[in-house]
């Protein structure tokens, strides 16, 4: 398996229950099986929590309480969850590399230590100090962990009323110090959630096989003024950007996942929209990028049912949402309610037109032009170095329909179905409802956990198969970064493999009903009888090498010079993606003009590089070339000089 689709912190649940106060769906205690005959091993972790609450004099409620919402009482293994959190208490320890090859995207910056350094992000090291128990132990055994959490709790309260009563409400200001926001509202949130679950109940079975339970306790009444002693700012911004037209409401996400910023007024364009799912419900991912211990964040969150809008970052700020820095700096991320793996299934009408409505108001005000090259999937998205590539993410997956939300948008892929010309443009346009492929999903792919074995899926696709002859027996075309020399897959998590609709091309070859473009450096083949899957493109950019002696390198970041930054200001920096590159007679469409390098530092300086890159599509991702080291032509009926 490649990388997946980001998880958020998540409870395997067993059943639905009322929605209690703090917006949370939890389990009524009732609902769960009796335990008391069943394995030690089942009942452990519920053990774990009452010995830790008796060490620490935390109500067990409290304790339970935090970790279901930090975690749904899961252990993660030895690994830490995407943002970063070790065990049932989600102790933080972020590393450099994390925020690298996370969704701050920041491989080869200069701050990336200043980045990892927020002290949100590192719990874990105080919950060490205060339990005297190693680092390595608080991140590998549940029990520890759970131990480390209630200290950390334990301190808080003890530094808020001066001592541990045995009162659950008295411990809101504690929960809310526990959520590491330096905003109220962020604290607030958070303890409400808790108090929610507390007063509800909740029950769960855990990735790992533990039943833990929280006995409902309605008669709970948390202690709300208690947050005004923990003197937190209020939220930076209440208001929305949003169109007149849409449900919008704004909850500030975790301020670790995102960089103050004012662009576009400090010369930091906003180009490229980038279009995301959950991997989760709407509530549970609202929670989970609120929760400040998260280093990822995103702009807006669409709801499924309705296509109401939460946003989560001013636009004039940067969200790591993309997994790579360079897009983070000039893009919008916007994510959707669904699970990739179940296809066109959450993808309402309601929320593409809610969405639709969303991105034509902020490309009129941002100057985005609404077409495919602009408006991206994150799995269009580039890897920041050679490293990253393979693990970078595939939402918002193969049944989102482009062709649907562009002519919502007003912008309908445009072109006529034809057979291509060599050498010519072709726009991939496969007719979603009828484009069905079969696509291999695993249950490392759903975190619903309904899939349990690997699975061959039909499903209305939008993308087209890559092969490597024009022939339906033929292997599919293996990504260098995912495969080496091996063939693709027809895995759904898989993107080295297919070309999405709205992706353009230039045509290498055509025999009878098969079209070949060049792609990820290799002619591949798709099955396209009369141009049913293609439009063709006219007056768009292709480039081709400058010189006929060699291959010109590709990036995945678009950073200035190092001699182009200002002294005292670290430079960050970018290599060739090593897998990659454009072979002498190929040629790619770029996406759009050719742009400055720059960069941005927390403390507002910019730095804009003397050079310019083209962004094309160079396989199902985009990737970026120095325009120097490439000539530019408008196509028009097809590229004279293209060859095969």
């Known amino acids: 398996m490649h990388q997946s689709k980001k998880r958020l912190r998540l409870p395997v649940v067993i059943a ?3 929605l209690a106060a703090g917006g949370l769906a939890v389990v009524p205690s009732s609902a769960l ?5 069943g394995a030690a091993s089942d009942v452990s972790r519920q053990q774990d929590f009452s010995a830790a609450a008796a060490q620490y004099h935390v109500p067990a409620d409290v304790l339970l309480g935090v970790a279901y919402q930090e975690s749904g009482w899961d252990a993660h293994g030895a690994r830490p969850s995407t943002d970063g959190g070790f065990g049932p208490m989600h102790l933080t320890d ?3 590399a994390m925020m690298a090859g996370g969704d701050a995207g920041a491989a080869g910056r ?4 200043s980045l990892a350094a927020k002290p949100a992000l590192h719990t874990l090291q105080a919950a060490a100090e205060l339990t005297g128990v190693s680092a390595d132990t608080l991140r590998t055994s549940p029990a520890a962990n759970i131990r480390g959490g209630a200290a950390l709790l334990a301190s808080y309260e003890k530094a808020l009323v001066g001592g541990a ?8 200001g504690a929960v809310a110090r526990y959520s590491q926001s330096t905003q109220r509202q962020g604290a607030v949130s958070f ?3 808790v108090f929610g679950t507390i007063r509800g109940g909740a029950a769960a079975v855990t990735h790992d096989g533990q039943r833990v339970r929280l006995t409902a306790a309605p008669s709970v009444r948390p202690a709300g003024a208690q947050a005004d002693r923990l003197h937190l700012e209020a939220s930076a911004t209440s208001d929305t950007e949003c169109p007149a037209t849409v449900d919008c409401t704004f909850v500030a996400g975790s301020p670790a996942g995102l960089q103050v910023s004012d662009r576009p007024a400090d010369g930091i364009r906003i180009d490229t929209i980038v279009i995301h799912d959950l991997e989760s419900t709407y509530q549970d991912g609202v929670d989970g990028l609120a929760n400040p211990s998260n280093g990822v964040s995103t702009h807006y969150v669409m709801r499924s049912s309705d296509g109401a809008v939460t946003q989560m970052v001013p636009t004039k700020d940067i969200a790591f949402h993309a997994g790579n820095y360079s897009t983070n700096l000039h893009s919008i991320g916007i994510e959707h309610e669904g699970y990739a793996v179940q296809g066109a299934t959450w993808y309402t009408e309601a929320q593409y037109e809610a969405t639709a409505d969303l991105v034509t108001y902020l490309a009129g005000r941002f100057g985005i032009p609404l077409d495919r090259q602009h408006i991206l999937g994150h799995d269009d998205v580039a890897g920041p170095n050679s490293s990253l590539v393979s693990g970078m993410h595939w939402d918002p997956g193969n049944g989102w329909d482009w062709d649907h939300f562009m002519r919502l948008v007003g912008r309908p892929l445009s072109g006529a179905h034809a057979t291509p010309a060599v050498g010519g443009v072709v726009t991939i346009d496969p007719p979603f409802a009828g484009n069905v492929q079969t696509v291999q999903i695993c249950p490392s792919d759903d975190p619903t956990g309904a899939t349990t074995a690997c699975t061959e899926v039909p499903q209305a696709s939008n993308f087209v198969y890559l092969r490597t002859a024009p022939d339906a027996a033929a292997p599919l075309f293996g990504d260098q970064a995912i495969h080496g020399t091996d063939p693709g897959t027809n895995r759904i998590n898989d993107w080295g493999s297919t070309a999405s609709a709205g992706q353009q091309f230039v045509v290498a070859d055509v025999q009878g009903d098969w079209t070949a473009i060049w792609y990820s450096g290799a002619k591949v083949w798709f099955h396209n009888p009369g141009g049913r ?15 006929t002696t060699g291959p010109v390198a590709l990036y995945g970041s678009s950073y200035p010079d190092k001699s182009e930054y200002p002294a005292g200001l670290g430079a960050s920096t970018q290599a060739p993606l090593s897998m990659y590159t454009i072979p002498a007679g190929q040629a790619y469409v770029a996406t759009r003009p050719p742009a400055d390098t720059d960069d941005y530092f927390t403390s507002g300086a910019v ?13 199902h991702r985009v990737a970026l070339v120095y325009a120097g080291d490439v000539t530019a032509v408008t196509a028009t009926h097809h590229w004279e000089d293209g060859g095969n």
Not at 165 to 172: C, G, I, L, T
């Open 191 to 193: 303890a409400n959630r």
């Open 533 to 547: 899957n293609t439009r063709t493109a006219y007056g768009v950019q292709i480039i081709r090498p400058a010189t």
């Open 16 to 18: 639905a229950g009322a």
């Open 94 to 96: 972020v590393t450099p």
């Open 165 to 172: 009563p045995a009162d659950p409400s008295q411990w809101y």
């Open 33 to 37: 099986a009796d335990t008391t005959h």
């Open 110 to 113: 200069s701050d990336l230590a």
């Open 607 to 619: 730095v804009i590089g003397a050079k310019k890159m083209y962004t094309i599509q160079y396989n």
